[in-house]
């Protein structure tokens, strides 16, 4: 530990891994799971000095010599800062400041402070306009992640930026030539992550314009299982992406609503998902399918998924109140007026019709029991002569 911060739960943490837990998507605290912000954390000065007191004795001389501090970190950020917009800096100082802000949190927060960050951000984008080589927008991602910003100090940046459509092109290009398996997946991890944050602030023109190919690359992270937050950063991304209807098109085409379905088969028993990573990426898988069945192709493509109507059953009155609302949505979707009478059957096969008749009995929010009637009070003559489905249930809550 090298900067401790102390939880309003009293728990103490290094600065730096608490803050990496944060940016990967959690909002609690992994000791007591209350929930926790970046602005929660107050600077532990009584255990700062401890360890300052106790550091010189009990390590050893040589790696004390050739540790990055504050001073080599202020060196290697002048020579990134320094540099005119024009000319970029060599390739060689923005792998030296990612080795420095990787070895040192001194050397990582005086490089933050200087900022750093929006200087590299720059560079990335210059970087992928003039279309260097890939190992020059990868050393910059590199170089974004050794920062280890969370997405609360990222986003003030992004919002007085004037150029974040330039960023959003960057990035895509990044996903799309690094979308074969195993190709740079640091670096895919980081994109999708800068994404998450950049969608997350952008405003409608920047979100009507997103390409076709950053959909299929995005879906990619996804398919590829890059890395467990890289896989909820994209998942998010694609929902800031959804509220526009053409984006829900593209993301359908892309595979999207396949790979969300495909996600939840390999995810483990609903008994085991009460890991907040787990419970989170099926809260959000839910959430995209949701958005996509909002369009008939979305729907299309849930209903011709083999296991489309059944994952989503399965994951119902399982999870969390946000994933029941997304499944009822989808199931509701699915199982609509226009809904063909292969899918009828297949719901009541699955167990979606008795899941239904659980959640009027369920402490659920009234939206979503009033979404549950609706469906089972249009299909009640198809599914009351179904032998999966109990008609004693059907009569009681219809």
Not at 69 to 98: H, N, T
Not at 203 to 221: D, Q
Not at 291 to 315: I, K, N, S, T, Y
Not at 317 to 326: N, Y
Request: hydrophobic residues 45%; charged residues 20%; glycine residues 6%.
């Amino acid at each position: 530990m090298q900067d401790p911060v102390t939880a309003p739960t009293g728990i103490t943490y290094d600065r730096r891994a608490i803050e990496r837990w944060l940016a990967a998507g959690h909002a609690t605290c992994p000791v007591t799971g209350q929930p926790l912000a970046l602005a929660d954390l107050t600077p532990n000065h009584t255990l700062h000095r401890l360890i300052q007191s106790w550091r010189p004795r009990s390590t050893p001389v040589s790696v004390v010599e050739h540790r990055p501090d504050g001073v080599a970190a202020d060196v290697v950020a002048k020579k990134l800062l320094c540099a005119s917009s024009s000319s970029s800096p060599p390739i060689d100082v923005i792998r030296e400041a990612a080795d420095a802000a990787s070895r040192s949190d001194v050397a990582r927060r005086s490089m933050v402070d200087a900022g750093v960050l929006r200087r590299v951000l720059h560079l990335a984008v210059s970087c992928a306009k003039t279309k260097s080589s890939l190992q020059n927008v990868e050393s910059c991602l590199d170089l974004v992640r050794a920062l280890a910003v969370s997405g609360d100090e990222l986003r003030p940046l992004l919002v007085a930026d004037h150029h974040v459509h330039e960023l959003v092109d960057a990035l895509t290009d990044v996903l799309v030539a690094l979308v074969e398996p195993g190709a740079g997946d640091p670096a895919r991890a980081t994109a999708v992550k800068l994404l998450d944050s950049v969608t997350e602030v952008a405003g409608a023109p920047i979100m009507e314009r997103l390409r076709p190919e950053l959909f299929a690359a995005v879906t990619a992270v996804v398919r590829d299982r890059v890395s467990p937050s890289a896989t909820r950063s994209a998942l998010r991304v694609l929902l800031h992406a959804c509220p526009v209807g053409r984006n829900r098109a593209l993301a359908v085409e892309a595979g999207a609503a396949h790979e969300a379905i495909e996600l939840e088969l390999d995810a483990p028993p609903s008994s085991s998902t009460t890991a907040s990573g787990g419970r989170r990426e099926t809260e959000l898988g839910m959430a995209v399918l949701a958005e996509l069945c909002a369009c008939a192709d979305g729907r299309a493509a849930v209903a011709a998924h083999p296991a489309g109507v059944a994952v989503v059953a399965r994951r119902l009155l399982r999870v969390s109140a946000a994933t029941d609302a997304c499944a009822v949505r989808v199931l509701a979707a699915v199982g609509g007026r226009a809904a063909s009478p292969e899918v009828l059957r297949e719901m009541a096969r699955v167990g979606a019709v008795g899941k239904f008749c659980c959640v009027l009995q369920a402490d659920c929010d009234a939206a979503v029991k009033e979404a549950a009637t609706a469906v089972l009070r249009l299909h009640s003559g198809v599914w009351s002569g179904s032998p999966c489905v109990s008609a004693y249930l059907l009569s009681r809550y219809l």
